[in-house]
């Protein structure tokens, strides 16, 4: 079975432009979630899409966001690209979360990483 | 709020000696806990994972943890180090209240030393 799969692996950019980060899912897995990972604040949680509806969105300005497809990929968007955004961006699927009978282990993704100059 | 706190950003260990990565949590309400490794240029890999059913949970390669609620606490261990251990740690916690998004500690990188 294939793992996450995240693209491009890494990409630099400017400030001020906007960037799309795409993923795939394990197959079958229909929840997936974002997290950025940086020296300063460590891992930290983005948002969450589960059947293509944003289930949970943590504290990140709106310049983040995201959607996901009828197929489970997902894709993150990052507007007006500030030097603070650069960081290792995480993808992880997730058959479910716990709660449903789940234990809402997460699947990660190698990461895509992204550097603004 | 739901916090985890992993104390030592830096722990040193000889090879064969016993493993000890600390993790305390605070959740009001019962919690679930993980510990990933994530290796040099890569995602984060799930070790082991605490559901509310045994406290001592066994994982991969060798580690295991222990849920002591009274405690909060959430301790890594494994008996004898190997150089592949090499890594970082991050303990997680999640509950119904951040729905069940993952709240990670600041990371341990374990040194393994021949």
């Known amino acids: 079975k294939a793992g996450v799969t995240q693209t491009p692996r890494y990409l630099i950019k400017t400030r001020g432009q906007q960037v799309t980060l795409s993923c795939s899912p394990i197959?079958?897995?229909?929840?997936v979630s974002w997290y950025q990972q940086t020296p300063g604040q460590g891992l930290q949680f983005l948002f969450e899409y589960f059947s293509e509806t944003q289930r949970n969105k943590g504290n990140f300005p709106g310049r983040f966001s995201g959607r996901q497809f009828s197929n489970s990929r997902s894709e993150m968007n990052v507007s007006t690209l500030e030097l603070g955004d650069s960081a290792l961006y995480l993808c992880a699927s997730s058959n479910d979360p716990p709660g449903a009978g789940n234990t809402g282990e997460l699947f990660f993704g190698e990461g895509s990483r992204l550097t603004v100059l | 709020a739901q916090s985890v706190t992993q104390l030592g950003s830096h722990v040193s260990v000889s090879e064969g000696a016993l493993v000890l990565l600390r993790c305390n949590y605070s959740s009001s309400v019962p919690p679930y806990l993980f510990w990933y490794v994530q290796y040099p240029n890569q995602g984060l890999q799930l070790l082991l994972k605490?559901?509310?059913?045994?406290?001592l949970v066994k994982g991969i390669n060798g580690f295991e943890a222990e849920f002591k609620k009274s405690e909060t606490s959430f301790h890594l261990t494994k008996p004898s180090a190997h150089m592949s251990d090499a890594a970082e740690y991050f303990c997680a916690v999640s509950d119904s209240n951040s729905g069940y998004a993952l709240n990670f500690g600041k990371g341990t990188s374990l040194l393994v030393t021949p």
């Open positions: 605490y559901t509310s059913a045994a406290t």
């Open positions: 197959s079958g897995h229909r929840s």
